[in-house]
């Protein structure tokens, strides 16, 4: 097992707990019930998980999943859901905030002398640590439940990115990969920022409860990386099938419409039409992310079509030629034991006549 690999495996999956933990201790802390301490316990399977990929894995990645993420996911997702759900009245100033920070500071540095006159470097360090640990609990309830989503959004792509990958993907595709979750991390975070932060919203628990659910259902596309790989096909007279022959060419395309329409933009925008329609709850941003939402919909359902016709048009040119393709990554092969179904279902799918045929006899005239 390389060193870096094995370094990167361990220092990914630490970070993980560390800010679970993180989350755990300020549900515990506005909670002020040590009862939700038992939260951290999630980290076992984190913890066990990291036991199996190092033994049977040698801690390289999964093929289109990723354990990791997906428990982190199961680790950190219920703290959030009860930081949000309880909120509470307590809001930020620029003035108090400011105060604190001098506070601060004229305790740090009445810590640094006493140490100098009178202990050692390790008092010192005791001691800034404590203030550093007064001064975070000083910060109020909705700057910590903030930070907390950005910084789980943060390192859910850093995360993604030192996790050691596995030999099914390349680091192309992987490049590619974090670049979609950088601008799908910025939408779910806009989603459940800027939707919960209306107070007409927060005013209704059971509108909490149904963002956050869609937010937790967008987060489920992170631990998978079909967005960039393809489904490998093997030229079997299954595969050869219509419905086959579009999935093995373009699984890649299909799922980023699919997550696109039914996990991401498509949820985002049935709740903000509820809230608009329903709740006669309007606002500028709102208005702007529905329309956005809109937009990138249609755009998929327009990638949809133009996907369908070529490849509607690529099977009726093989066809016509007697060639059937599998999967992009395979040559076209010259299939010369068609079935009579086969047969049938490509010329059902490609049902029309061509133009060459039915002008020939007028030309005769």
Known sequence: MELMVLLNALVTRLLFMLHSVIGVWRVTAVKKEPKYWLLALLNLLLCLETGLTLKFKQGRGYKWFSPAIFLYLICTVPSLWLLEIHHGTQYCGNEPGAVQV?????????????????????????QTAKVFVNQLSTICETVWTLALHQTFLLLLVVGRWLLPIGVEITRDQLSQLLLMFVGTAADTLEFASETLDIEDVRKNYVLINAILAVWTWSMLQFPLDLAVQHIGCKPTASTRRIPSLLLCRY????????VSLFIQDGPFFIVRSILMGHFRIF???????????????TLQLYRLAVITLDFRATILQKSRKGEVSCCPCEPYETSTHATADQDTEMKEFVAFPPKEETQAPSEDK
Do not use: C, P
């Open 102 to 126: 001098n506070i601060s500071n004229q305790d740090f540095n009445q810590s640094r002398d006493s140490s100098h006159g009178s202990e050692g470097t390790d008092h010192h360090i005791i």
């Open 283 to 297: 606002n500028q941003m709102l208005v702007f992310f529905t329309a956005k939402n809109i937009l990138v919909v």
């Open 251 to 258: 699984s890649a395309e299909l799922w980023n419409i699919g």
